[in-house]
């Protein structure tokens, strides 16, 4: 049986990494992306289950206190975490998991799984990054300042990762993360 893997993508919210995801999953289904667990309340068109667990904070609070989380962090108000169980289960199996996730939580994955493949996706500005949030047309104008200014902090952390991706041309982007997975010897998770 191949080896299970984990693989971490992080970069500021409205760089794109959701549609570069949802293409490489397209191309590669032997690819697994993990579905998180969220407080934030669902967006036209999200599916609980599919997108996102959309759950209370109490409920979230209960699962982090039962271990039941493999990663969490707070963003733009609301609690984001992995459920521990269905990653622990996919890697025994061989699966390759993806998790998308913002850079506290890619740390904790860090200490946690040192092995993981760490790529980093950034904006070609953060006008750009700006506008791409504002053309989603999702968020309030509340949420797309505290997305700015957390975008700010995480931008600097690119280095923390293996691999740095500028998510200017879409195709471009999306190959350099297939060159990453395909072209690089996995690493023990
Ligand atoms: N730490 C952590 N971050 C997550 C998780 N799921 C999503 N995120 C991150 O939370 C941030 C906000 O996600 P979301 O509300 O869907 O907004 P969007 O990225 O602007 O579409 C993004 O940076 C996601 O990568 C998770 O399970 N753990
Ligand atoms: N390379 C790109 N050039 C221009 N627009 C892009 C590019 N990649 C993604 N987008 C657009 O940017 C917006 C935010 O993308 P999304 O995948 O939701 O970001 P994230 O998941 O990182 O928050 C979407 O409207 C998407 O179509």
Redesign the pocket.
Known sequence: MSKGRLIVLT?P????????LSSLLQRHPELSLSTSMTTRKPRLGEVNGKNYFFVSRPEFERKVAQGELLEWAEFADNFYGTPRKPVETMIQAGRWVILEIELEGARQIRKSFPGALKIFISPPSMDELES??R??GQDSEDAIARRLRRAQAEVGAAKEFDVQIV????EK?LSQIEKALFETVPAMC
């Open positions: 970069g919210s409205g760089v794109g990494k959701g549609t570069l791409r949030i053309g989603r998510n200017d041309d879409f982007a």
